[in-house]
Structures are given as structure tokens and as C-alpha cells.
């Protein structure tokens, strides 16, 4: 850290660069809203990472032939493929591949959101919808993304299916973020309401997805990789949209395609961590006792290609080409956010301060506390590609609207009652940051939203804030405090300026964390 805050004071007193961005598209960026730039950048985001193309770019398949590339691997086809899928962003992909695939597809079943093909055709996405006399069955099910009976009724069917196959067929598996809970199949005795109440809990506590996943995996019959081993010996090929930082295959929806190497004493750890040992269903320690020697062992999975499709990083750096289109000079920060919402906020708070004072007050930047404090912040998220220095310089060297782009999946520990989502809380947090920093002469805007489109149980995909939010919202009577305290940022944003701030997209039909804007526009 110590070379870090070389760097910043270096940069703070450094001779400006040449003025690439005050040009014809520094003024673009200042001429249409902030707040509509943010919002067009943020479909843009999500655009990028749309099912069907992604699918495209990985998957081609010669008509004569019948011959399938996957990357650089090749599989014959014989009308010998069958489908299976669970994720939010997998009703595109099925529609994708069954237009490949043709009359190669047997037989598909997929587990998808509840309500999303309504949502679709009400959107008018008929790109993601499967055709009326599709192969592929669709079960609906994971309402507020928990497992329930809808879910495990898919993934009992998605099972059978892979029993039923032989060492002559190819099962094409389409996974993508959610994923984990429209699969829910319970070792016995374990039930599904057992489930249900452990993944809220962790969830609720503050668990990452690495720890919550590794319990869903000693739990499930499918995750973990047993679903390639349901359908050992056909060939797997599972195609994997990540909505987990730095893409881990064993970690999105739970690897059912990847061998687990969890062991009990992981799970123990964890359940420990989080208060929840003491207090587990006599199921879970059986299953748990049980599954001391690993049951989806690392050999199980040799039948297997796992391969990923797209992630975060994909639609940032479109993103990143957006914002320069708009007139923006943009750097990617990081793809790897994560940690606790509240720190996560005072590092963009922070980041805010020190990138506006740069633009406002040329060649003097922030305090050298202020310097300090950022670097502190930063250290303490450990973010292992986070580009700040790069950030800060590009600040400098621009002299004109800079944006400022990062991704990834904060937590937040639920401690009220109220309605919210890690994005919306995020946003809030960060507003009541700027509000301690104002900077006369810089325009500041700070956007977070789901890329799914839905944050948290709510019906937004996230919301934006500029520093004067706090006085804003006081004077409507509303304390920000007071809606953080119960983490009610739905409500805070609903009821303030008539829920302007939201970020409204409906279901996206795709998956890739979220995303964070922090645009800066000298006035
Ligand atoms: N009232 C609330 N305020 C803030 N965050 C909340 C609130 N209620 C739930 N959350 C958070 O929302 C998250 C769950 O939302 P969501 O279903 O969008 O998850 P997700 O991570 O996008 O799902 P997946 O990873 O499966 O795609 C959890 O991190 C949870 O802590
Ligand atoms: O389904 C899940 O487990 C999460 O979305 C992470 O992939």
C-alpha cells in the first residue's frame, strides 16, 4: 500500500496531460442528462452479455456434417443431443441452441425463473422465447430466487433425464447465476423447507456465494457434480454464463457439472462462522456425517467440457466502449468487487472525493489524508485487479467527463425488515457518502444495478444518486439513516422524488453481477 500512496500523491501533484478529452466529445457527454447517459450505459452493459450472441461465439455446428465445435473441441452429432438448464439467463440460451442444434435435439428440460417468459413477450424479446413446438420442456419455479416445489420438480426431471442416457448421446447443460436455486434435490432426509431456511440464513448473515454454495453442494444430489455424474456415460458439455468474481466453475450454481472438493469440515467451518452449528436439523448433520468421504469424487467428471460463455468482465469492458463512444474517458476498476456493502460504499464515497478533486482542483488533488484514507479503503476490499492507480491517472490526464466502470457482487448483512437490494443499498450508501463531500464545480453520479435486472425481491434492477440526495430527501422528510438502519432502500427509493432514481429494466434474460458507474463531469 505503501507504493500506492506514493503513486497518488505523485499523481495529485503531477503536470497535467495532453487534453484528449476536452474536444467535440467532452462536450457530448455534458449535453444529454448524466442520468440518461447512465441509464443508456447500463443497457449497453447488459447488452453485451445477451444469451443468444454469447452462445453464438462459442458454439458452431457444420449442417453437412453434423459436426459440433464447441472452442476447439469437436463432438459428431446424430441426433444425439439432449438439453438440460437452470439459471436466470438460460430461457435465452435454450432458445440459442435449439436454433443451432435442429433436429440434432432430442429432448431438453430447463429450470428457469418464475414469470420470465410472461416477462418476455410482454417485453417483446421474442429471442428469448422458445418456439411453440420446442423439445424443450420449461419449468418455472425459484420465486425471490429460494428454492421451492416448482424447482425441485424441474430437477427431479432434469435428473431422470440424465439418468436415462447412454455413451452414445451428448447432454448439452446450460447453466448460468441463479442457478443453485431453481436445483434444489436434497440428499435425504434433508427437505427441501430444511434447505430453504439454512441458504436464508447464510444468505441473510452475511455469507459470500463461496460458503453458501459449498453447503448447497454437501446438500444436493445434483450440485457438486452430480449432475454429470447422473449422466455418466454420455458426454457432458456444459456451457456456463459466471455470475461469480473471477468465474469459478465449481462455484456458479453450484458446479453440478465439476467435481467438488469441499470436505465436511469446510462445511463445518463455515456453519460455524455464521452461528448456525449449534442449531442445525438432525438431517444436516446426517447428510453432512455421511458425506465425509466426498460422493461426486474428482474421477466422475473426466466425461465432462465445462466451459465459460461470458461473464462481468465481457460487459464492462462494452461498457467501457460506450462511455468513450458518449465522450467519457472510461477505465475499468475492477471486475472483483465484493465485501461488505458498507465498505464497499465509503470506497466509492472516498474515490469520488479524491478522482473530483483532481478534476476540480488541477495539479493540487485531495488532502493527503484523503490520499491516505483511499488507500486504506482499497486495501481493506482486497480486490486482486483493482486498477486505482491507473483510474487516478487517467483522471488527471483527461481534463474532462471521466467514468469511472466496476463490477461485481457486494454483501449485504440484513439487519432490518424492509425492502431492498444490494444494489439499491449500495446506491443509498454511496449517496449519503457524496453528500459529505460536495465539489461545487464537478457533476457527480453514482449508478448500481443488477445486470438480471432484478435486485434483491424487488422489481428494480438498481438505482442512482448524485451528492445531493441527503438535503433532497430531508426535505421531503425523508432520513436515509433511518431507511439504511432497516435496509429499506426500495421504499427510500420509491417514495423519493417519486421513484426517478430507480433503474427500471424488467427481467434482462441474462446474469453477470452487477455493475457500478461513477461518472465525473467538470462543470
Ligand atoms: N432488504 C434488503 N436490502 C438489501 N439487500 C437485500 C435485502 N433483501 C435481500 N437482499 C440481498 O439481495 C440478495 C439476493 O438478491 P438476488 O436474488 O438478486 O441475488 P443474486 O445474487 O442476484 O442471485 P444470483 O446470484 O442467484 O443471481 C442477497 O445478497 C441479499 O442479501
Ligand atoms: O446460483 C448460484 O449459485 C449463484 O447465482 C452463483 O452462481
New binding site residues.
Given amino acids: 500500500m505503501a507504493a500506492a500512496l506514493q503513486v497518488l500523491r505523485h499523481l495529485a501533484r503531477a503536470p497535467l496531460g495532453p487534453l484528449l478529452w476536452g474536444g467535440p466529445l467532452a462536450r457530448l457527454a455534458s449535453s444529454m442528462a448524466l442520468a440518461e447517459q447512465a441509464r443508456q450505459l447500463f443497457e449497453s452493459t447488459v447488452g453485451a452479455v445477451l444469451p443468444g450472441p454469447m452462445l453464438q461465439r462459442v458454439l458452431s455446428l457444420d449442417p453437412d456434417s453434423g459436426e459440433l465445435k464447441v472452442r476447439d473441441r469437436s463432438f459428431q452429432l446424430r441426433q444425439n443431443v439432449y438439453l438440460v438448464g437452470f439459471g ?1 439467463a438460460v430461457l435465452g440460451m435454450a432458445t440459442a441452441a435449439e436454433e443451432l442444434l435442429g433436429q440434432h435435439l432430442v429432448q431438453g428440460v430447463i429450470s428457469v425463473p418464475k414469470g420470465i417468459r410472461a416477462a418476455m413477450e410482454h417485453a417483446g424479446k421474442q429471442e428469448m422465447l422458445l418456439k411453440p413446438h420446442s423439445r424443450i420442456q420449461v419449468f418455472e419455479g425459484a420465486e ?2 429460494l428454492p421451492d416445489r416448482d424447482a425441485l420438480r424441474a430437477a427431479l426431471a432434469i435428473r431422470q433425464l440424465a439418468e436415462g442416457l447412454t455413451a452414445d448421446d451428448l447432454l448439452l447443460v446450460l447453466i448460468s ?5 431453481l436445483l434444489p434435490a436434497p440428499i435425504p432426509p434433508v427437505t427441501l423447507e430444511e434447505k430453504q431456511t439454512l441458504t436464508k440464513l447464510l ?2 448473515r ?1 455469507a459470500t ?1 463461496q460458503e453458501l454454495n459449498t453447503i448447497r453442494k454437501a446438500l444436493s444430489q445434483l450440485k457438486g457434480g452430480g449432475l454429470a455424474q447422473a449422466a455418466y456415460p454420455a458426454q457432458v458439455v456444459s456451457l456456463i454464463l459466471s ?1 461469480v468474481v473471477g468465474d469459478p466453475m465449481e462455484v456458479i450454481a453450484s458446479g453440478p457439472t465439476v467435481a467438488s472438493t469441499h470436505s465436511v469440515q469446510d462445511c463445518l467451518h463455515i456453519l460455524n462462522r455464521y452461528g448456525l452449528r449449534a442449531a442445525l436439523p438432525r438431517s444436516v448433520k446426517t447428510v453432512l456425517a455421511r458425506a465425509d468421504s466426498d460422493p461426486h469424487g474428482p474421477h466422475t467428471c473426466g466425461h465432462v467440457l465445462n466451459v465459460i460463455l461470458g461473464s462481468n468482465a465481457l460487459a464492462l469492458a462494452e461498457a467501457q466502449k460506450q462511455a468513450e463512444v458518449l465522450g467519457y474517458r472510461a477505465v475499468v476498476l475492477s471486475t472483483a468487487i465484493q465485501g461488505d ?1 458498507k465498505s464497499v460504499a465509503q470506497f466509492y464515497g472516498m474515490l469520488a472525493r479524491v478522482a473530483g478533486a483532481r478534476l476540480a482542483l488541477p495539479g493540487t488533488g485531495a488532502s493527503v489524508e484523503e490520499d491516505d484514507r483511499l488507500c486504506e479503503l482499497a486495501a481493506d476490499l482486497q480486490l486482486p485487479d483493482l486498477q486505482l492507480k491507473e483510474a487516478l491517472e487517467a483522471v488527471v490526464g483527461a481534463q474532462g467527463p471521466v467514468c469511472l466502470l466496476a463490477g461485481g ?1 457486494p ?2 448483512q ?1 439487519q ?1 425488515s ?5 444494489n ?2 449500495l446506491a443509498l450508501r454511496v449517496g449519503a457518502e457524496l453528500g459529505q463531500w460536495p465539489l461545487r464545480t464537478v457533476d457527480v453520479l453514482f449508478l448500481s444495478g ?1 445486470t ?1 435486472g ?4 424487488t422489481e428494480a434492477a438498481g438505482a442512482w444518486v448524485r451528492p445531493e440526495l441527503t438535503s433532497q430527501a430531508a426535505a421531503e422528510g425523508l432520513d436515509v439513516a433511518t431507511f439504511l438502519a432497516h ?4 421504499t427510500f427509493f420509491c417514495r423519493f422524488q417519486g421513484g426517478a432514481h430507480l433503474l427500471h429494466t424488467g427481467l434482462t434474460g441474462t ?1 453477470v ?1 452487477d455493475a457500478h458507474f461513477l461518472f465525473l463531469q467538470p462543470q
Avoid: F
Fill in positions: 436466470k425471490d430466487n447465476g441463479g442457478g443453485s436455486a444468505a441473510a452475511g456465494i455470475d456493502v457482487e454483501t449485504v440484513l432490518g424492509g425492502k431492498g437490494g444490494r439499491q443499498e443488477g438480471d432484478q435486485d434483491g425481491p435496509n429499506d432502500s426500495h446474469n453481477m
